[in-house]
């Protein structure tokens, strides 16, 4: 069982930014892969960022490209999204989320694909 728990959301204005944490309790951390993604009110879970467990990949959705950056310390348990030029609409509830890695450089983009998930960690960027 792995316990994942997010932190760094809040408010902040449109262009300005935030850095999400998401620990993890996992022994072998260094074996998942770690995703991002992020649910709107009345929205279905959208993917928002991967990363593989060698940190070779990392995947990023259209709408963050440029402007998010996840990165993880393998040593630390944790994987993190550094989210630049916030936009209203990056407001959600974001989750991240940890899949088992038997492959080498595994990573997806498919929430279904993943074991384990956090609590979420709201982030409101108003107008």
């Known amino acids: 069982q792995v316990q994942l728990v997010e932190s760094g959301g809040g408010l902040v204005q449109a262009g300005g930014s935030l850095r999400l944490s998401c620990a993890a309790s996992?022994?072998?951390?260094?074996?998942?892969?770690m995703g991002w993604f992020r649910q709107a009110p009345g929205k279905e879970r959208d993917f928002v960022a991967a990363i593989s467990w060698n940190i070779i990949t990392k995947s990023y959705a259209d709408s963050v490209k440029g402007r998010f950056t996840i990165s993880r310390d393998n040593a630390k348990n944790t994987v993190y999204l550094q989210m630049n030029s916030l936009k209203p609409e990056d407001t959600a509830v974001y989750y991240c989320?940890?899949?088992?890695?038997?492959?080498?450089?595994?990573?997806?983009?498919?929430?279904?694909?993943?074991?384990?998930w956090g609590q979420g960690t709201q982030v409101t960027v108003s107008s």
């Open positions: 989320a940890a899949l088992y890695c038997s492959t080498y450089g595994c990573y997806s983009t498919t929430g279904n694909e993943y074991d384990y």
């Open positions: 996992a022994r072998t951390f260094s074996r998942y892969a």
